[in-house]
C-alpha cells in the first residue's frame, strides 16, 4: 500500500510569485485535505477536497485555491506569494469525508519565500 | 471558539522515565479527538484517535486516554527513539468540513 506522497519536497520562491504543490493520496482514499504548519506551530487547515469538489475551507484568503483530480491526486496554489507564506505544507487524505475518517498525512512540502 | 492546548510545550526525561502529556480541549462538541507523532522535517504519523470519554488506546509504550475535558498520552519506560513532537488534534460539531484543530504540540526528548 503506498502512502501520501508529495512533491517537490523544497522549494524556494520570492514574494509575488506563484506557486503549485503537489500531493498524490494514499491507495483507496478519496479525499484530500491541506494544512499549512509555520515553524513551532500545529497543522492549519487550509481547505479539503473530497470526489473533486471543496469540501471544507479554513481562514485562508482566495489566493489559496487548489484542485483535485479524477484519480484523487489533488494540487495547492497560492498566488502572490508574501513573505508570511513561508511554512511547511502538509497534505493528508482520508478513506471518505466522514467526519471520524483518520487523516493520513504525507512529508511535507517546504516553502521559503524571500 | 474551538481550541486546543497541549503542556507541557517541551519535556525532556531520561531513558525509562514514565511520564505524561496533555492536551486540553474546548470545543462545541467533540467528533474526534486525534493524536499524532512528528518528527522534525516531516509530516505527521497518526498514532491513535478517541472518540468517547472513557475511551483507551494502547501502542507499545504509548497509552492515550479521553475525558470530556482533555487526553493524556502515556508514555512507559520511554527510550531515545521516542523523542519527537506530539501533536493533538480535535474535530468538533459545526467545524468546516475535514478541519482538524491542532495544539502546538509536545516536543519530548529523552536521553540515555
Known amino acids: 500500500e503506498t502512502g501520501v506522497t508529495q512533491s517537490p519536497t523544497h522549494l524556494i520562491k520570492t514574494r509575488g510569485q506563484q506557486v503549485t504543490l503537489r500531493c498524490s493520496s494514499q491507495?483507496?482514499?478519496?479525499?484530500v485535505s491541506w494544512y499549512q504548519q509555520a515553524l513551532g506551530q500545529g497543522p492549519q487547515f487550509i481547505f479539503q477536497?473530497?470526489?473533486?469538489?471543496?469540501?471544507g475551507r479554513g481562514n485562508f484568503p482566495p489566493r489559496f485555491s487548489g484542485l483535485q483530480f479524477p484519480n484523487y491526486s489533488s494540487e495547492l496554489n497560492v498566488n502572490a506569494l508574501e513573505l508570511d507564506d513561508s511554512a511547511l505544507y502538509l497534505c493528508a487524505s482520508s478513506l471518505d469525508r466522514e467526519v471520524q475518517e483518520t487523516q493520513y498525512f504525507g512529508p511535507g512540502t517546504r516553502l521559503l519565500v524571500l | 471558539e474551538d481550541q486546543v492546548t497541549q503542556s507541557p510545550e517541551a519535556l525532556r526525561l531520561q531513558e525509562g522515565e514514565s511520564s505524561s502529556l496533555n492536551c486540553s480541549y474546548t470545543v462545541s462538541g467533540l467528533r474526534g479527538l486525534f493524536w499524532y507523532r512528528q518528527d522534525p522535517g516531516k509530516g505527521p504519523d497518526f498514532l491513535f484517535t478517541?472518540?468517547?470519554a472513557g475511551e483507551e488506546k494502547e501502542k507499545e509504550r504509548l497509552k492515550a486516554t479521553l475525558t470530556k475535558k482533555e487526553s493524556f498520552l502515556h508514555i512507559t519506560a520511554p527510550k531515545p527513539e521516542d523523542s519527537a513532537t506530539y501533536l493533538c488534534?480535535?474535530?468538533?460539531?459545526?467545524?468546516?468540513?475535514?478541519?482538524?484543530?491542532f495544539g502546538k504540540g509536545t516536543k519530548l526528548s529523552v536521553k540515555p
Open positions: 488534534a480535535v474535530r468538533a460539531y459545526g467545524g468546516s468540513q475535514g478541519n482538524l484543530i
Open positions: 491507495s483507496g482514499h478519496n479525499t
Open positions: 478517541l472518540y468517547s
Open positions: 477536497y473530497y470526489r473533486e469538489e471543496e469540501n
